[in-house]
């Protein structure tokens, strides 16, 4: 995507999407599934289309060494004013590089990190193999793959919470669709993006829902409040488990798939 499109969504996305129940469950989901794969701290992490750093500042709050990378100046700039929020040790652990995913390698001048995220990225490349070719060059012998993208297997959930009851339909049979930011978006399967990075020498390792609960509520016009703090903590731990367990995690609209990288 061109970095003015994502410049003018850097408010509604950061401060938006991310400040939400579901904002919250994401980056707790996702941030407990990775920690049962990543070697211990202070281990690399390159952040792939990383945003504001709401999945990766975690992580350096733990104590890992984090590169953010992204091809948005303005998501960069809103990554910078949220880590000037943290301590001085976190700051001290987070750098940023300013290039697409799909130069990756270039902009990091051949280093290679023990884990590559990229998260929610995926979706809105039509050809996204340039972009895993990158992640998977990018990450060290052994060291780990990460991604989120939408799942194609569940396509027909959102129009279908909505009534948009054609739109449904339609869904059984195309990955594509207008993603909730108003982007064009396209989606994956388990079984094919797990092929795609085992023919790159990477192998998956396990993967994840990350939505479920909270997702239906929302589609469904249920609001819990962001600001009652325990609930919201309560639903992330739910959705924590459902994301490990068949048949929840297959509904989720979104999953996410660990891999590790076979040595060279």
């Known amino acids: 995507m061109a970095d003015d499109t994502w410049a003018g ?32 701290p202070p281990a690399a992490i390159l952040d792939v289309g990383g945003g504001a750093g709401h999945q990766s500042f975690p992580l350096a709050q733990a104590g890992y060494d984090v590169t953010v990378l992204d091809s948005s100046a303005g998501m960069l700039d809103k990554a910078r004013q949220r880590l000037a929020l943290l301590p001085a040790e976190t700051r001290q652990r987070v750098s940023f590089v300013e290039s697409s995913g799909e130069h990756a390698a270039e902009a990091v001048r051949g280093r290679r990190f023990a884990a590559v995220l990229c998260h929610g990225v995926l979706g809105y490349l039509e050809e996204p193999e340039p972009l895993l ?32 009851w054609e739109d449904a339909l339609a869904a059984f049979d195309t990955d594509h669709e207008i993603g909730v930011l108003g982007l064009p978006t396209r989606a994956d399967t388990v079984e094919e993006l797990g092929g795609q990075l085992r023919r790159r020498g990477v192998e998956p390792q396990d993967w994840y829902g990350v939505w479920h609960f909270v997702d239906w509520l929302d589609l469904g016009g249920v609001a819990l409040d962001p600001a009652d703090t325990a609930k ?25 798939l660990v891999g590790r990288r076979t040595p060279r």
């Open 133 to 164: 070719d990158q992640l998977c060059h990018c990450t060290e012998d052994e060291g780990i793959v990460s991604i989120m993208t939408g799942n194609a297997a569940a396509a027909a959930l959102r129009p279908a919470m909505e009534q948009r």
């Open 232 to 256: 919201v903590a309560a639903a992330a731990r739910v959705e924590l488990e459902a994301g490990r367990r068949d048949p929840y995690r297959r509904l989720s609209r979104v999953f996410h």
């Open 9 to 40: 969504l850097a408010g509604q996305f950061a401060d938006g999407a991310y400040a939400s129940v579901k904002g919250h469950v994401r980056t707790y989901v996702i941030h407990h599934q990775l920690l049962s794969h990543l070697p211990p």
